[in-house]
């Protein structure tokens, strides 16, 4: 659409809209500016306060974990010996504190009470990207939102990438419980 003169309330032919606004002064523009830039610089400080770094966490998301339902286990390690011990398959979620994917998959999918329910047959295992690069280096996890299934045993199994459905996690949580139920090798520590 051509663009218009707002002030005069007439029609310049041949100039788009943005072309035809009245100039700023550069002192203006400068100002305008420097007001934007402060609020997105304190906007990132109120998201910084309110998950700090250095708070253990035992959701993939900032949150009551009562209300989240599944019980995560934060850190790989721990969680194979826990996975180890209980003789149960893992259910690894790979995030990252940044990865706004991460978050909308835990505040939608992980809260799904068909997926807590099967939450409970597995191991969950939270994996920051940013606190344990070398897990992710060794599952080679290269995007975020990545669910890894793996035996007790470690054998890795079935894998998501990206943002799920709960249909379809719900749909590889059950794939990984059948394989292990055909498969007793992969879960039995020999």
Known sequence: ???SDCSQGRQ????PAFLSAPRLAPRRVGSRLAVSLALVLCAGCEIREETPADVPRSTPSAGD???RGIDFVVGYHRATQAARQQQKPMMIFFTAEWCTYCRQMANETLLQKMVVSLSRQFVCVLVDADAEPD???????RSFPTIQFVSARGVRLNRLIGKQPASELIS????ALETLARRPDLTIER
């Open 12 to 15: 310049k032919p041949g100039r």
């Open 172 to 175: 590889q949580m059950r794939a």
């Open 1 to 3: 659409m051509l663009g």
């Open 135 to 141: 897990a992710c280096r060794d599952f080679e996890v």
């Open 65 to 67: 974990p009562s209300q």
